[in-house]
């Protein structure tokens, strides 16, 4: 079985009935995401501070020390390899709706069933090519829950696909601090009030995933396959 089949991502909690109200807040969300100076980047870099701190504030943070595997390649879970070109992943057989300039980076969209990888109906691959290095970050986005003010969705979602990259990257090291008494999906839209994310660090790449709110009932996981250089050739 492929590595892709074994941990395939999957939008089983979708119902059709509901996909004219999925695609309309799906497209606006996407256009969230190509801003870079979006909330949602405010949340990842407190997702990752509050990992980086993990270890050391296990009580606080719900955090459990992350063990060493070998099981699975960041960069055969994304069908690529790090520092291929645009015209590289073109080649592929990725067709990108569209590509903006930010700084250095190229940003670039593609329909997860377009991807390298078959990531399924509704979802959306975001890679980033840095300016003469190549492709080192993508962000998939998936599993979009809606109608889900309790949060049931959203937490089988993320516990189950915590799951499986824990089956090949090993344990996480995971945030999970929602507040008792705050309604799930309102605290995770407040930077200020909660996260809910697991990270991955392996050789081959750093895997970060969070479950993300874009209102009071609705979510999705977002997950970014970052290279082991990205850092050092951005600066972040």
Known sequence: MPVMQAFSIQNSLLHPAKVSKLVSNHD???TIILDTTNKRNLIMLKLAA???GAIALPLASNAVAAGPSTKMSVENLLGISWGQSLAETKQLGVT??????SGKATICEADGDNWAKDYGPKSTVISFFIEGEGLHKAAVLTHFIIDDYYATGGHKAYGDMKTMFSLGFG???????VPKGKHFYTCLLDEDCGVWGSLWEVPTGTVIMQLEAYDKESANLATDYISPDYRRLTGS
Not at 96 to 101: G, I, L, P, T, V
Not at 171 to 177: G, K, M
């Open 28 to 30: 606006d969300f996407k």
């Open 96 to 101: 990108f709706s569209r590509c903006e300039q």
């Open 171 to 177: 344990e996480a090291v995971s945030v999970e601090t």
């Open 50 to 52: 509050l990992l980086a």
